[in-house]
């Protein structure tokens, strides 16, 4: 354990992870659950199209789910598209800037327009406050962001929605295993889309989901998803290919058979942090409340470099010299990445500060709750002598 900053890795000492240790390293399974699966998909012949994975995937997530309607999707990206598309959704479309880019990509590949909102301070979800200052008479939908697996006022939201008419859909990429007021974060909005990429807290490799409770749209999307197949020779419309592989939903099986192990090791390295983080000065760990109905999947700080001494930049250069391979999540933000760098640029203050302060830390069945306090005592030991630290990496 280093107790001086000379010991740093980034002043001239041994880093003190001797492997990487990352944002988004996967959780796995039942090593043999998931061979098994994919051997069975093999002895049958039945690799793709609506196989018996699928279904059985499809059954699951719906059941912990309460029951909701489930498309299983080859990605979470063409599931939102094809959700906008069952939806009927045109012309623009309000989300956040503050987002993973594949939600504001998903909104133009479908030919719409996205228009940026900013995030309400706390929840740094947006809200119906931020969501209403950017309907216009153009406005389409609007599209949430349940970020890091936290949720705004959703229910707020889903009234804006409902009072001008407009179909609500959330982007719940990050939430399996989260819930709020006990009705799962995805069950929120006229539909929602989870993923399942390696990096999330449950994964079929590659993978999405849609979620919704109304029948008839579950259905529309599931045509899509398949070219528009209605049956063998019978195409109803436009479609895509979309389908998840019977190798993917085994796996999706094999995690879900899984999750209550992982959510267990994110809660105790979140709460690693949290122990490990008190009382530090500047640095504030972003909170599930309460851990107990949250995934805890994505563990962020918020670095206030006048309080901390060292700014968010500094801070991850310290932990990268150190093997903790630290993500800046999302920056810089759709709104400044191309296509939508050209889009007129609104104000976003609480989206701009957000994306100059916020830290992701490794998590995930891959780290231990050890790792996670050793990473604190880092953040820690770099903190308290932070001229030392911005002299050694020239910052
Ligand atoms: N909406 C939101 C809010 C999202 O966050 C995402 C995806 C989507 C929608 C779209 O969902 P999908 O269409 O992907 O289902 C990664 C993921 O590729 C992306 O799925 C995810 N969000 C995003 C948050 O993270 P990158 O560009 O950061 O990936 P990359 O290659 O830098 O990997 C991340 C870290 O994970 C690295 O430290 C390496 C590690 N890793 C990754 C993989 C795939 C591993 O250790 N092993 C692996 O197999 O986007």
């Not at 939201?157 to 959330?170: D, M, N």
């Amino acid at each position: 354990m280093k107790t001086a900053v000379a010991e740093l890795a980034a002043l001239g000492g041994e880093p003190a992870f001797a492997q990487p240790l990352h944002v988004g390293r996967p959780n796995v399974g039942d090593r043999e659950a998931i061979l098994a699966g994919i051997g069975e998909a093999l002895d049958e012949r039945w690799l793709s199209n609506n196989g018996r994975k699928l279904e059985a995937f499809e059954r699951r997530l719906s059941e912990r789910l309460g029951g909701l309607h489930v498309v299983a999707t080859c990605n979470a990206t063409l599931g939102l598209q094809i959700a906008m598309r069952a939806l009927g959704i045109e012309g623009e479309v309000v989300l956040p800037a503050l987002t993973f880019v594949a939600t504001a990509h998903a909104v133009a590949w479908e030919g719409l327009t996205p228009v940026f909102a900013d995030v309400d301070a706390e929840s740094l979800c947006m809200g119906p406050a931020e969501a209403a200052a950017r309907i216009g008479p153009e406005t389409g939908a609007l599209l949430g962001v349940h970020l890091w697996g936290r949720s705004g006022d959703a229910g707020g939201l889903e009234r804006l929605a409902r009072e001008r008419e407009l179909p609500l859909l959330f982007d719940a990429a990050h939430t399996l295993g989260a819930e709020r007021v006990g009705k799962p974060l995805a069950a929120w909005g006229d539909a929602a889309v989870l993923s399942f990429h390696a990096t999330k807290i449950a994964n079929s490799f590659e993978g999405g989901a849609i979620v919704t409770a109304d029948r008839e749209l579950a259905e529309r999307a599931a045509t899509m998803r398949n070219f528009g197949f209605v049956d063998e020779d019978e195409i109803v419309g436009l479609g895509t290919n979309a389908k998840l592989s019977e190798a993917g939903a085994a796996m999706g099986l094999a995690s879900l058979d899984a999750l209550d192990g992982f959510l267990a090791a994110s809660r105790a390295n979140y709460a690693a942090y949290a122990e490990a983080l008190a009382g530090v000065s500047g640095v504030t760990l972003i909170a599930f409340d309460p851990p107990q109905s949250s995934n805890c999947h994505y563990v962020v700080i918020d670095v206030d470099p006048a309080a901390a001494g060292l700014g968010r930049d500094e801070l991850r250069a310290v932990l990268v010299a150190e093997n903790v391979l630290a993500r800046r999540y999302f920056y810089p933000g759709c709104h400044r990445v191309p296509p939508y760098d050209r889009l007129p640029q609104p104000a976003l203050p609480v989206t701009e500060r957000v994306l100059d302060r916020c830290l992701s830390l490794p998590t995930g069945t891959a780290v231990t709750p050890e790792d996670a306090a050793a990473v604190g005592r880092l953040i820690r030991l770099a903190l308290s002598r932070p001229d030392d630290v911005r002299a050694a990496i020239g910052s």
